[in-house]
């Protein structure tokens, strides 16, 4: 079985694997001859705001068919909002007969799905299912108008045997002014898809990761706010991996993610010399600890290797303290790293911080951000900083890439922020 950490981090490796756009989407709602998609020229314009993208249009002409996209990272896992044309409207203007019925958004979503699960596992053995991991596609959610389409999300229900997804769409017939001959989908994204695929196959999978061990650790926290607790990975021994350890990496997942789904990444992690750390969120949310006031619990556990060892239960850990410890955030995860961010340098244990698929961050009221933090943004397929989306709160710090390589270009008062590609 593929490593999880593969289809975690995968979509920063290669845009080419596993791409899919809201051009492909067309063609699958479509569902006219083949002949006739090859003869039609779709393409796609991106978005980088939800205002722009819910003002624009799909267009069609005998030429050509334009779609329009954007990727939201609101939910538990990415999204990939498509404006595409009905059936009705394209087939009356080439003045061509459909196979059938036009596709719901429902099956672009499971060719997705069915694409990350295939990327997964590969194509040497047998893999499960869609349904042997417990993902199950309900039909599409339908709107009547765009009001009421625009601020919906893909429906996520998380039940007893595993996730229930559900697009939403909007159809309008080609006779409405202006709005007519639409049809509008919102479903999981090719990077959300490997999410989900990822998760699914670590809890389907009774032994995931045969060659590692996990520990679980403690340290308590003051007052009311009870413990705090993180996984450690080992191979052969506690004390042999503490020992030959290299350096620290404490991995924050992101909203609604066991810590168990980011098995993969902790062993790869693991295997490149790193003590790794996985934390364990209340409810998987970081976002709770944060507004309870217990304090971030990665951050709370790079301070205590550095400063406090011996509070940690379960495990001597005070020979790491010398290391450098490095948080690994992803969305959510990564998003309530942002305070850590604007806390200068010299009063921080945290030697980087590397945020992948975080579109916000946290900013704290009255302090400055960024004040020499070595900072990593790994760029993906849809991680919402790609495509020229950086922050503006960053852009006001000098720093911009160039599209297509994701150069990094720092203002010199800033030199110690670091753009990089895995």
Same mark, same amino acid.
């Given at each position: 079985?593929?490593?999880?950490?593969?289809?975690?981090?995968?979509?920063?490796?290669?845009?080419?694997?596993?791409? &899919?756009?809201?051009?492909?989407?067309?063609? @699958?709602?479509?569902?006219?001859?083949?002949?006739?998609?090859?003869?039609?020229?779709?393409?796609?314009?991106?978005?980088?705001?939800?205002?722009?993208?819910?003002?624009?249009?799909?267009?069609?002409?005998?030429?050509?068919? @334009?779609?329009?996209?954007?990727?939201?990272?609101?939910?538990?896992?990415?999204?990939?909002?498509?404006?595409?044309?009905?059936?009705?409207?394209?087939?009356?203007?080439?003045?061509?007969?459909?196979? !059938?019925?036009?596709?719901?958004? +429902?099956?672009?979503?499971?060719?997705?799905?069915?694409?990350?699960?295939?990327?997964?596992?590969?194509?040497?053995?047998?893999?499960?299912?869609?349904?042997?991991?417990?993902?199950?596609?309900?039909?599409?959610?339908? &709107?009547?108008?765009?009001?009421?389409?625009?601020?919906?999300?893909?429906?996520?229900?998380?039940?007893?045997?595993?996730?229930?997804?559900? +697009?939403?769409?909007?159809?309008?017939?080609?006779?409405?002014?202006? $709005?007519?001959?639409?049809?509008?989908?919102?479903?999981?994204?090719?990077?959300?898809?490997?999410?989900?695929?990822?998760?699914?196959? +670590?809890?389907?999978?009774?032994?995931?990761?045969?060659?590692?061990?996990?520990?679980?650790?403690?340290?308590?926290?003051?007052?009311?706010?009870?413990?705090?607790?993180?996984?450690?990975?080992?191979?052969?021994?506690?004390?042999?991996?503490?020992?030959?350890?290299?350096?620290?990496?404490?991995?924050?997942?992101?909203?609604? @993610?066991?810590?168990?789904?980011?098995?993969?990444?902790?062993?790869?992690?693991?295997?490149?010399? $790193?003590?790794? $750390?996985?934390?364990?969120?209340?409810?998987?949310?970081?976002?709770?600890?944060?507004?309870?006031?217990?304090?971030?619990?990665?951050?709370?556990?790079?301070?205590?290797?550095?400063?406090?060892?011996?509070?940690?239960?379960?495990?001597? &850990?005070?020979?790491?303290?010398?290391?450098?410890?490095?948080?690994?955030?992803?969305?959510?995860? !990564?998003?309530?790293?942002?305070?850590?961010?604007?806390?200068?340098?010299?009063?921080?244990?945290?030697?980087?911080?590397?945020?992948?698929?975080?579109?916000? $961050?946290?900013?704290?009221?009255?302090?400055?951000?960024?004040?020499?933090?070595?900072?990593?943004?790994?760029?993906?397929?849809?991680? !919402?900083?790609?495509?020229?989306?950086?922050?503006?709160?960053?852009?006001?710090?000098?720093?911009?890439?160039?599209?297509?390589?994701?150069?990094?270009? +720092?203002?010199?008062?800033?030199?110690?922020?670091?753009?990089?590609?895995?």
């Amino acid at each position: 079985m593929k490593h999880l950490w593969l289809a975690t981090l995968s979509l920063v490796c290669a845009s080419s694997a596993h791409a &899919f756009t809201c051009a492909d989407a067309q063609k @699958i709602v479509l569902n006219l001859p083949q002949a006739t998609l090859d003869s039609l020229s779709i393409s796609t314009v991106d978005y980088e705001d939800t205002a722009s993208f819910v003002q624009s249009k799909p267009l069609v002409s005998s030429a050509e068919l @334009i779609t329009r996209s954007y990727v939201s990272t609101e939910g538990p896992y990415e999204q990939l909002w498509c404006k595409l044309k009905s059936q009705e409207a394209v087939s009356s203007t080439l003045k061509v007969t459909a196979l !059938g019925s036009p596709h719901a958004c +429902a099956l672009v979503q499971e060719q997705v799905l069915e694409a990350a699960l295939q990327e997964h596992y590969g194509t040497e053995t047998a893999h499960p299912s869609l349904k042997d991991l417990g993902i199950s596609l309900l039909e599409d959610k339908d &709107f009547k108008t765009g009001s009421q389409w625009a601020p919906s999300q893909l429906i996520v229900k998380k039940t007893a045997s595993g996730v229930e997804l559900q +697009a939403t769409r909007l159809t309008s017939p080609t006779w409405v002014p202006v $709005f007519g001959g639409m049809n509008y989908c919102k479903t999981i994204s090719p990077q959300g898809a490997r999410q989900l695929i990822a998760e699914a196959s +670590a809890q389907h999978e009774e032994t995931p990761f045969n060659s590692y061990q996990t520990q679980r650790v403690e340290w308590q926290l003051g007052g009311i706010f009870g413990k705090q607790s993180a996984l450690f990975y080992f191979k052969d021994s506690i004390e042999s991996t503490i020992s030959k350890a290299k350096g620290i990496y404490i991995i924050s997942p992101g909203g609604e @993610i066991p810590a168990t789904a980011m098995s993969g990444l902790a062993e790869a992690l693991s295997d490149k010399g $790193f003590a790794t $750390f996985i934390v364990q969120y209340p409810k998987d949310l970081a976002i709770l600890d944060t507004v309870s006031g217990r304090g971030n619990a990665a951050l709370n556990l790079a301070e205590r290797l550095k400063h406090h060892p011996e509070s940690i239960q379960s495990v001597d &850990f005070s020979s790491l303290q010398p290391l450098a410890i490095h948080l690994f955030g992803h969305s959510l995860g !990564g998003a309530t790293l942002g305070s850590e961010v604007i806390k200068p340098l010299e009063q921080s244990s945290v030697a980087q911080i590397v945020l992948y698929g975080t579109a916000q $961050f946290v900013k704290m009221p009255g302090q400055t951000p960024l004040s020499h933090r070595p900072l990593a943004l790994l760029f993906g397929e849809h991680d !919402g900083l790609s495509h020229g989306s950086i922050p503006g709160f960053l852009k006001n710090y000098g720093l911009s890439y160039q599209a297509d390589d994701f150069s990094p270009h +720092a203002s010199p008062d800033e030199a110690a922020i670091v753009y990089q590609q895995l």
